[in-house]
């Protein structure tokens, strides 16, 4: 199973920015599709940013034209850029990668939004 690590985190204050790192100990051109989810406390995990195989990335709306998805395929990394930051965006933010039907999860990496 492949193993991912996110990294990044941390405490920022409202209309700040932070790039969030996910390293993969696998291809992440062999994964069917990556993305980035995220849970606040007490609510459900959900999604924040997918991209696939063929590059298409598609957006929660809550983020959409604040948070952007890449990926650097020779390093084997997927990044979540995210501007505009809001107090509602803070959460544990998890890195997932399917491969060959496996659903691979990052233990997280927390974000916290405050002034």
């Known amino acids: 199973q492949v193993q991912l690590v996110e990294s990044g985190g941390g405490l920022v204050q409202p209309g700040g920015s932070l790039t969030l790192s996910c390293a993969a100990s696998?291809?992440?051109?062999?994964?069917?599709?990556m993305g980035w989810f995220r849970q606040a406390p007490g609510k459900q995990r959900t999604m924040v940013a997918t991209?696939?195989?063929?590059?298409?990335?598609r957006y929660a709306d809550s983020v959409q034209g604040r948070f952007f998805i890449s990926r650097d395929n020779a390093k084997n990394t997927l990044y979540l850029h995210l501007t505009g930051l809001k107090p509602e965006d803070t959460a544990v933010y998890y890195c997932?990668?399917?491969?060959?039907?496996?659903?691979?999860w990052g233990k997280g990496t927390l974000v916290t939004v405050s002034s």
């Open positions: 991209i696939t195989k063929g590059g298409s990335a």
């Open positions: 696998g291809s992440i051109t062999s994964a069917n599709a």
């Open positions: 997932n990668g399917v491969w060959n039907g496996v659903n691979c």
